[in-house]
Nanobody
Framework: QVQLVESGGGLVQPGGSLRLSCAAS????????MGWYRQAPGKQRELVAI???????NYIDSVKGRFTITRDNAKNLVYLQMNSLKPEDTAVYYC??????????WGQGTQVTVSS
C-alpha cells in the first residue's frame, strides 16, 4: 500500500523559509512523478511543483525563483525548500505521487502559515 507522509510545516514570518519533506513507501522504484499540491482556505487545490524520476522539474509561476523541489530516488524522499515566503503561500501542503502504472496518491497534508 502506497503511503506518503509529510513533515516540516509550521508558522513562519513573511520572508522566512521552510523545508517540507515527504517520505514515500509501499512501492519502491514506482514513484514516477512526485510533487506538492497546496490548498488555501476557500480555494481549489493547486499543483505547486513536480519532479519526475529523471529530475525534471516544473513550478507554478507564483513560486518560481522562491521554491525548489528535489527528490532522493534511492530513499523515496521528496523535498520542497520554500524561501521568501509570503502570506499568500499559507495553505495545507500535500505530497503527491503519480506511479509508473498511473495511480495517483496524496499525503494527509501539512499546514504552512505565513504571518507576522
Amino acid at each position: 500500500q502506497v503511503q506518503l507522509v509529510e513533515s516540516g510545516g509550521g508558522l513562519v514570518q513573511p520572508g522566512g523559509s521552510l523545508r517540507l519533506s515527504c517520505a514515500a513507501s509501499g512501492s519502491s522504484n514506482s514513484f514516477y512523478v512526485m510533487g506538492w499540491y497546496r490548498q488555501a482556505p476557500g480555494k481549489q487545490r493547486e499543483l505547486v511543483a513536480i519532479v519526475d524520476s529523471g529530475g525534471s522539474t516544473n513550478y507554478i509561476d507564483s513560486v518560481k525563483g522562491r521554491f525548489t523541489i528535489t527528490r532522493d530516488n534511492a530513499k523515496n524522499l521528496v523535498y520542497l525548500q520554500m524561501n521568501s515566503l509570503k502570506p499568500e503561500d499559507t495553505a495545507v501542503y500535500y505530497c503527491y505521487s503519480r506511479m509508473t502504472w498511473g495511480g495517483n496518491y496524496w499525503g494527509q497534508g501539512t499546514q504552512v502559515t505565513v504571518s507576522s
